[in-house]
């Protein structure tokens, strides 16, 4: 029996808060220590903060899907998914790129022309550098919409999970120590495919009829980090499935607090913005003798600070603007051929 959907799931966007603050973590001690070097402090714990990219790969399943199954037609999709992507990233790449050319950031500076270049999003597969590290998840994520839609365009949505498989079965052979080319891995998501079906079969376990074919492949989907990741890291995704289906189905509903659902309000201009910008805001305290861990609590205001701009005042009046007039020119479409 189909259960009824919720029109907003705040534990989802809980999640996504949680995502959000996990990756920021990893970046201003564990990764920043790899690149510049901490002084003095101990950073290893936070190296669990880089799964959060994980976690936002499995909350894209999840909600990518729930959307092809409310959309009327294909541009429907198109329109949804350019207004909520776009606009704001092109601000968030701007603000960075004129901070980095602002304050310099050794290693992590590019050309104007590839920061142009940066706007269409895919420019990962044109080998340009990123304006700022954390956007090879962005190519990822087109990567993934690219293919989900093909499937909706085939009527295939059924039984996309199945099809998306032969991703994880690929990156269960590359895992292994088989020669995969790196074009084939990247177009197949080959190393993150197995979290955006989980999203999708957890999608489909609470709002669709129980099938065994779905659980399967989410059985499969979280054994194949055994070979991708590691067998210690098996324990660490069963438990992130977990945490994910028991937030979904509202079973954790005290995630859903005011902090956690402002952070996942804002957790894509908050990814897009934190990590150069950052980056700076601590060599600067560093520089001028000030305790790290003070640069890092600024980097961290700061960055949400500016993830709270972007949201206001670009994110949601483009997205409202934009579908907006997609719907003014449906309505006029219908009214000229009624």
């Not at 329109?79 to 790449?93: D, E, I, K």
């Not at 269960?172 to 990247?186: Q, R």
């Not at 129980?210 to 590691?230: E, G």
């Not at 995630?255 to 913005?273: C, D, E, Q, R």
Request: hydrophobic share 50%.
């Amino acid at each position: 029996m189909k259960k009824k959907q919720k029109i907003r799931l705040y534990e989802l966007d809980a999640l996504r808060g949680i995502a959000a603050i996990s990756v920021v973590i990893y970046h201003y001690f564990f990764r920043y220590n790899e690149i510049y070097t901490h002084e003095k402090l101990l950073v290893t714990w936070s190296h669990w903060g880089e799964f959060g990219v994980q976690l936002f790969f499995m909350i894209s399943g999840f909600v990518i899907y729930w959307t092809l199954n409310r959309v009327k037609s294909p541009m429907d999709f198109i329109v949804s998914r350019f207004s909520r992507l776009y606009p704001v990233f092109w601000g968030a790449l701007s603000i960075t790129f004129i901070v980095v050319i602002l304050f310099g950031l050794p290693g992590r500076e590019v050309k104007f022309e590839h920061a142009i270049l940066n706007l269409l999003m895919i420019h990962e597969y044109l080998r340009i550098p990123h304006v700022d590290g954390v956007y090879w998840t962005l190519t990822v994520e087109l990567t993934f919409y690219f293919a989900i839609f093909i499937f909706y365009l085939f009527k295939q949505l059924r039984y996309v999970e199945v099809w998306l498989s032969i991703s994880v079965i690929i990156g269960v052979f590359k895992g292994l120590g088989y020669e995969i080319p790196g074009i084939v891995s990247k177009m197949f998501i080959a190393d993150y495919m197995a979290f955006f079906i989980a999203g999708i079969c957890f999608y489909k376990i609470q709002y669709e009829e129980f099938s065994k074919l779905t659980f399967s492949v989410l059985l499969i989907s979280l054994f194949s980090s055994i070979a991708i990741f590691s067998p210690s890291m098996f324990i660490f995704f069963t438990i992130m499935y977990l945490v994910f289906y028991l937030s979904i189905s509202s079973r954790l509903q005290f995630l859903a607090t005011k902090p956690f659902i402002f952070l996942g309000g804002i957790s894509y201009a908050l990814y897009l913005t934190h990590q150069n910008i950052g980056y700076i805001i601590i060599n600067l305290f560093y520089e001028h003798g000030v305790n790290p861990l003070l640069g890092i609590a600024t980097a961290f205001l700061i960055s949400i600070l500016i993830a709270y701009l972007l949201t206001k005042f670009i994110e949601k009046p483009s997205m409202l603007f934009i579908r907006n007039a997609y719907e003014d020119i449906k309505r006029r479409k219908r009214e000229r051929f009624a």
